[in-house]
Nanobody, 119 residues
């Protein structure tokens, strides 16, 4: 079964840290660009960070300097290290795989993991 499974969400205090993990299964992994998106209540899903098959990274301005995306191809894992968390980082975070056929689209998503930043 082709799937992405996220883990690592939870409750963090402002200024705290969390590390999200995403495990891919049933699919070749190393050739795909992977990304982390998030969706807050009442807002559209937005790109947080992405990492190419070669390891090049891209970040939303709102998380630059605070979040780090990385991948381990052998383990078929992608991570999002989130530091200096803010209340506005509260959202459901999704791991996604960028399509090889339609590169402006993501063709596989995880179920999402909730991140709540609150004191």
């Amino acid at each position: 079964q082709v799937q992405l499974v996220e883990s690592g969400g939870g409750l963090a205090q402002p200024g705290g840290s969390l590390r999200l993990s995403c495990k891919a299964s049933g699919t070749i992994f190393n050739i795909y660009e992977m990304g982390w998106y998030r969706q807050a209540p009442g807002k559209q899903r937005e790109l947080v960070a992405s990492i190419s098959s070669g390891g090049s990274t891209n970040y939303a301005d709102s998380v630059k300097g605070r979040f780090t995306i990385s991948r381990e191809n052998v383990k078929k894992m992608v991570y999002l290290q989130m530091n200096s968390l803010k209340a506005e980082d509260t959202a459901v975070y999704y791991c996604g795989r960028r399509s090889l056929v339609s590169p402006y689209e993501y063709d596989l998503w995880g179920q999402g993991t909730q991140v709540t930043v609150s004191s």
